[in-house]
């Protein structure tokens, strides 16, 4: 199935298959469009939006019996598509936020909050669903859904949540006219002990990062 015929008029738009593929590329085309930092100004609503918007497929996916490809073993899709170019202008469009803490697994008793990055896990799921519509566009639809419900179970699903809970946090803060504690000291790169993670190094107050980042706190 080509790019062309990926929307083709033969298609049953009430079809499971249809209906997922048309999400997963409109997240797509959507966050590379953010990406480019055309318009900075809405570029955390925006992502809010089309990460809600994928986690809505997401979840059904999830609800969904459980796929079984055509063939036994996965076809090959090639090499996928380098991302680094993508995670560093997400990274410097992001600069002021990209950094949060995130626990792994909410059942875990005790589990200590790790840091993450927002570039990070959006490029993480953008690889994971490219994936996807690799075998989606070469007409193996039941190996393309199998992918989606299989990634979106062992990967895809809790980055994309916790991503979502990240951006709903800077809007919630900018709105509600809440600062927000420095986040200096916490790096992806720094090794993290069980002890909880400490920010340090003052505050950085919601209303630096909100104007750049297409957010406005209440008067």
């Known amino acids: ?3 062309a015929t990926l929307h083709a008029t033969a298609q049953d738009p009430d079809d499971f298959a249809v209906q997922i593929a ?19 100004d809405s570029a955390v609503p925006f992502l809010l939006l089309e990460v809600s918007q ?5 979840g059904r996916l999830g609800a969904h019996e459980d796929i079984v490809p055509d063939e036994r073993y996965e076809p090959d899709t090639g090499p996928d598509a380098d991302v680094d170019e993508l995670r560093e202008n997400l990274a410097r469009l992001l600069d002021p936020i990209d950094v949060y803490s995130e626990v792994f697994d909410p059942y875990e008793p005790r589990t200590a909050p790790v840091p993450a990055r927002i570039s990070d896990d959006l490029t993480d799921v953008i690889t994971d669903l490219r994936h996807g519509m690799a075998h989606y566009r070469a007409g193996r639809t039941s190996e393309a859904l199998w992918w989606w419900q299989f990634s979106y179970f062992s990967n895809w699903g809790s980055t994309a949540s916790a991503t979502l809970r990240a951006l709903q946090s800077v809007v919630a803060h900018v709105r509600l006219n809440q600062p927000l504690e420095e986040l200096d000291g916490l790096d992806t790169d720094q090794a993290i002990g069980d002890e909880t993670l400490e920010f ?5 107050m919601v209303e630096e990062i909100a104007a750049p980042l297409g957010l406005r706190s209440p008067k």
């Open 1 to 3: 199935m080509s790019d």
């Open 54 to 58: 994928i986690l809505l497929a997401g």
């Open 200 to 204: 340090e190094a003052g505050k950085v």
């Open 22 to 40: 048309d999400q997963v590329e409109s997240f797509l085309v959507a966050v590379m469009e953010v990406a480019k930092g055309d318009e900075p």
